[in-house]
């Protein structure tokens, strides 16, 4: 159970689930002005935590104590509506990833998980890009060897070049 509030001012979280067997998946990360959902809900209901979170980079920010929350979601119409807000922010990521999960092959999922790195090299572990997307580094493995093959990537040790401008895999 969370007994305050993380409030960041600068850096990046990584909140996640993970199972017994060490997989992860990451719900969404938490950015500067930003509050963690699953610490909030913890905090206000008094209930354990359902995820888990990392930083991502240095993080500075300050402790919101369980009382001053409950008492700032009681009396303060601004705080109210920037916790509405942030919910709704977070409640659609989420269902964007369930959609995700449900929906997308999981090699347009990677493509989209490569694009949104904005960068035509990323350093990056297929373990890391695993725990992303919420499946296993071999199946990941398999279909970055796939997109390497399409022409789409270029696979070295901890780096992937990826081919920004191309946005369908090509068929070679």
Excluded: W
């Amino acid at each position: 159970m969370c007994g305050g509030i993380l409030y960041i001012e600068s850096g990046t979280l990584k909140v996640y689930l993970q199972n017994e067997d060490g997989d992860e998946i990451t719900l969404y990360n938490v950015e500067a002005g930003e509050q963690c959902v699953v610490n909030t809900s913890s905090t206000i209901t008094s209930t354990p935590a359902l995820g888990s979170a990392v930083t991502l980079s240095d993080v500075e920010g300050y402790i919101l104590d369980a009382k001053s929350v409950k008492e700032l979601m009681k009396y303060s119409t601004a705080y109210q509506e920037y916790m509405f807000s942030l919910f709704a922010l977070k409640l659609t990521s989420l269902a964007t990833l369930i959609e995700d999960i449900k929906f997308k092959p999981l090699k347009e999922r990677i493509l989209s998980f490569l694009k949104a790195k904005n960068s035509s090299e990323i350093t990056i572990t297929h373990e890391k890009i695993a725990q992303n997307l919420g499946t296993s580094r071999v199946v990941v493995s398999r279909i970055l060897k796939d997109l390497e093959k399409d022409g789409n990537i270029e696979l070295h040790r901890g780096v992937i070049k990826y081919n920004m401008h191309n946005e369908k895999p090509t068929n070679k």
